[in-house]
């Protein structure tokens, strides 16, 4: 991997880890106010059939912690992605 390539490999795991700790620490203050996570009920099926056919399935399934695994498939394609080559005269 060519240096240059670090720094958006970085910057990219950085920001996927950034916006997880914002999700949990907002979802957690919402819970303590006593507003429970809620399934999403204003998704158009026309636009994303697979999200609003999931209904009231929605809050377990976004409750489960699958950081790991994102952050796992997130670095794989970037590796893949890289290219020694880049950045050379």
Sequence with gaps: MH???SVDVFRSIWYFT???VLVRA???RRE???HPFAYRDDLDPSQ???LAAIGTRWAALAARDIYPEG???LVDALLTRADPRE???
């Design 48 to 50: 994303v059939p697979h």
């Design 32 to 34: 303590s106010e006593g």
């Design 71 to 73: 952050l796992a498939t």
């Design 18 to 20: 950034v916006g997880e």
């Design 3 to 5: 240096p240059n390539q």
């Design 87 to 89: 950045g050379r005269p």
């Design 26 to 28: 907002r979802s957690a």
